[in-house]
């Protein structure tokens, strides 16, 4: 039986095609980038291709692909559009070293 095909359809421009190569063939990208850059590669090849076998063929989740997938249709696809969005909430930050609160320099 065939699986349905993909409500979200996102339009990969051919000029962001040999960018998205690049990013994937260099040694020092971020991962999560370059599995973000396959899947678009992939949807740009193979427009139709399901979520589930997409998914199978970069070993992730359906519901990793159908998200990305979701988000670029919706905003349009872009290099910008490979990061992460902003998170909510405050910035982390990190204490001052030393004492100050009874801990020894040792700890």
């Known amino acids: 039986m065939p699986t349905p095909t ?17 990013l994937v063939r260099r040694a020092t990208s971020e991962q999560r980038l370059v599995q973000r850059a396959k899947l678009a590669l992939l949807l ?9 076998a997409a998914a ?3 070993g992730q989740h359906p519901n990793w692909v159908r998200k990305w997938r979701k988000r670029w249709a919706q905003a349009g696809f872009a290099l910008a559009a490979l990061a992460d969005r902003p998170r909510s909430g405050r910035p982390r930050t990190l204490s001052p070293p030393g004492g100050g609160d009874g801990q020894s320099r040792s700890l």
């Open 44 to 52: 740009q090849a193979q427009p139709t291709v399901g979520n589930t």
């Open 56 to 58: 199978a063929q970069l």
């Open 6 to 22: 993909p409500a979200y359809h996102p339009a990969v421009a051919p000029s962001a095609v040999a960018a998205l190569e690049r």
